[in-house]
């Protein structure tokens, strides 16, 4: 019976899951937003707990014919910002809107204009001030995150989920906003380890240095026997080629090549620098 | 101080419109009519006065006399007069007035519709009945004016009488003077999406008394009371003026958010705001002879958990009972003071 159930919403996923369009069933308006579709059954069958004794698939459509409202299921759920209900929450705390003041204060005046009275009263919740004003101009900040996309942060993932789990939650963090130092950094140790192409920098950064050998000499002799064409601002760190004149710099690349595994997706290659920099 | 007592389950839910319910109690039958707004239906319930019987009505809007249409209802409001009392809507095609039970419709005015569609969304909002030196309904259009109707006291004999054109915003409320003495002047208030505030005195020509300037908040919801301005914004904040000479009595930071809905109790001086932030406040006005002074003190705040206040109306005289409708909630919740 819980198949048939499942199979009722596969169908209506696949067809609905190409546009968003608003679904009509009989007298009701559900809309079904993508979500991975083990997730979907998941809140399904949470939102939709099944009395016993009754076919499954018969429930399920008599409570698509109950619900006379809009009843969207989606990724706010997750968030606590909607109700497993449809309606979303409205919170009596946080900021209040730019152009309003937190309510709790009445003044009253005279003919001429003057405060004569001030009286305050609870507001009846947690309000704080408004935060500023948004840009308007093409580019600036919003303030809001209304118009963001709301697939792009990370959440912790609260239905259980088998085995794949750990590679779309790392997936996910990706798109937080990169400190550019930082990929930078990471970049250049990638470069070093020989799994991005070498590519020509613009010349070293002024009061960054980078002396990968323990001593000047060695660094020297590197540079000694570096291809004279290349011209004298580019760092070109061929490590592959390398290998055999220095065997340091070859002992080093060696210990970072037992973990490594092949792969071709960018995203594992993020994985495996932070894996190995967490064994370090 | 309130109790919420039993809902009244509603066909629909109601609409995100300022000012989405209204109520007549007819205190001779026992019994108290509600509607609510829904797309292009008016959901009407009629409540017994035990709470026990309910019977539900729907009415649609049109697009002329007869045909029915899919163009949204705007507001839907009870115009009592000495005479009768009428129901009045207004859609984005004209408006609607039918006898108090909404039976038979009386009278229909088509909006003047562009040829060439615009910008502008066209539609009418604001009812209002004044009754000073005949008897008139007042009902705003997107355009900033306001049309005069002249209602015969039975029949369907009604008139256009007036135009009048002070606003240049679309229309959002209109709310007529409330307390049942006669010593004030001003008869109705006319509230526009920018907040501009335009106070008449009624009659064959209507004369504009006051404008009350906007100060950069839409006013959502006006009333008018002893000669007192009661305006709610979508700031969240309820101002008092005066009517006469537009002197701020008060400024309250009532509400977190738009303020939707407000009503005044005339017999007991009671107000009632109601807004999206969830919360739902009774306020006590009093006027001082002496010293001229209108004070404003907050009573009670009762909060509907999650909704978005959209309508919110006293079901008497004195403020002993009010009801209250939200986006997207299919029942009309009511409070009694205990």
């Known amino acids: 019976m819980e198949h048939s159930n499942i199979e009722f919403y596969e169908k209506q996923l696949s067809t609905r899951n190409k546009t968003r369009e608003r679904f009509c069933d009989s007298s009701t308006f559900?809309?079904?937003?993508p979500l991975p579709l083990e997730q979907q059954r998941r809140t399904e069958r949470e939102t939709f707990p099944q009395p016993a004794g009754r076919p499954a698939s018969l429930v399920v459509k008599e409570r698509v014919c109950w619900y006379p409202v809009c009843k969207p299921v989606s990724i706010f759920l997750k968030d606590k910002v909607q109700n497993s209900n449809g309606r979303f929450v409205l919170?009596?705390?946080?900021?209040?809107?730019?152009g309003t003041q937190i309510p709790g204060l009445i003044r009253m005046f005279n003919y001429n204009g003057d405060e004569v009275k001030k009286s305050e009263f609870p507001n009846g919740g947690n309000y704080t001030s408004p935060l500023q004003e948004g840009s308007f101009d093409l580019y600036g900040g919003r303030v809001l995150k209304l118009g963001t996309n709301m697939y792009s942060v990370s959440r912790p993932v609260e239905t259980h989920m088998s085995g794949t789990s750990k590679s779309s939650a790392s997936h996910a963090k990706e798109n937080a906003a990169p400190n550019p130092l930082a990929k930078e950094e990471l970049n250049l140790l990638a470069r070093l380890m020989g799994h991005l192409e070498v590519k020509k920098t613009t010349g070293s950064e002024s009061g960054f240095r980078v002396?990968?050998?323990?001593?000047?000499e060695e660094e020297e002799e590197a540079a000694i026997l570096r291809p004279s064409e290349f011209s004298y601002q580019f760092i070109n760190i061929q490590a592959t080629q390398d290998q055999q004149s220095n065997e340091e710099l070859a002992r080093i690349m060696g210990e970072f090549k037992e973990?490594?595994?092949?792969s071709q997706?960018?995203?594992?290659?993020?994985?495996?620098?932070?894996?190995?920099m967490d064994g370090l | 101080m309130y109790r919420r007592e039993k809902s009244i389950q509603i066909k629909s839910s109601a609409s995100a419109l300022y000012n989405n319910l209204s109520v007549l109690p007819i205190a001779e039958k026992c019994l108290t009519y509600f509607t609510v707004v829904h797309c292009n239906v008016v959901n009407m319930v009629s409540a017994s006065g035990d709470g026990l019987n309910f019977s539900h009505r729907q009415l649609q809007s049109k697009e002329g006399s007869i045909a029915a249409s899919s163009s949204l209802i705007i507001q839907a409001s009870w115009c009592v007069l000495p005479s009768r009392v009428l129901l009045v809507l207004t859609s984005q095609k004209g408006i609607q007035m039918y006898e108090s039970d909404g039976s038979i419709m009386v009278y229909w005015h088509a909006l003047d519709i562009p040829e060439t569609p615009s910008d502008e969304a066209v539609f009418a909002r604001g009812i209002a009945a004044a009754t000073t030196l005949g008897h008139y309904i007042c009902v705003g259009t997107s355009s900033g004016s306001v049309l005069v109707f002249k209602i015969p006291d039975k029949g369907a004999n009604i008139i256009l009488s007036e135009v009048l054109e002070e606003h240049w915003d679309p229309i959002t409320d209109i709310a007529t003077e409330t307390s049942s003495s006669k010593e004030y002047i001003a008869d109705i208030v006319s509230a526009d999406d920018s907040g501009l505030l335009c106070i008449w005195k009624a009659g064959k020509d209507f004369k504009l008394l006051k404008k009350i300037p906007a100060y950069g908040c839409s006013c959502s919801s006006v009333k008018l009371w002893c000669g007192i301005v009661i305006a709610g914004y979508g700031s969240g904040q309820i101002r008092l003026y005066d009517a006469l000479s537009g002197v701020v009595h008060a400024e309250v930071n009532a509400h977190a958010r738009w303020i939707y809905a407000l009503d005044i109790a005339p017999d007991s001086g009671k107000l009632l705001s109601g807004a999206e932030d969830s919360l739902v406040r009774i306020w006590k006005l009093s006027k001082s002879p002496e010293s001229h002074t209108v004070e404003i003190e907050h009573q009670h705040t009762e909060c509907v958990t999650d909704v978005q206040i959209c309508g919110a109306k006293f079901c008497d005289p004195e403020g002993s009972a009010f009801a209250v409708t939200g986006y997207d909630l299919s029942e009309i919740i009511r409070y009694t003071v205990v």
């Open chain 1, 30 to 33: 559900i809309r079904f937003l």
């Open chain 1, 211 to 216: 002396n990968l050998f323990s001593t000047d």
């Open chain 1, 91 to 98: 919170p009596t705390s946080g900021p209040v809107p730019y």
């Open chain 1, 265 to 276: 997706s960018p995203c594992s290659k993020g994985d495996d620098l932070l894996a190995m």
């Open chain 1, 259 to 262: 973990e490594d595994t092949v």
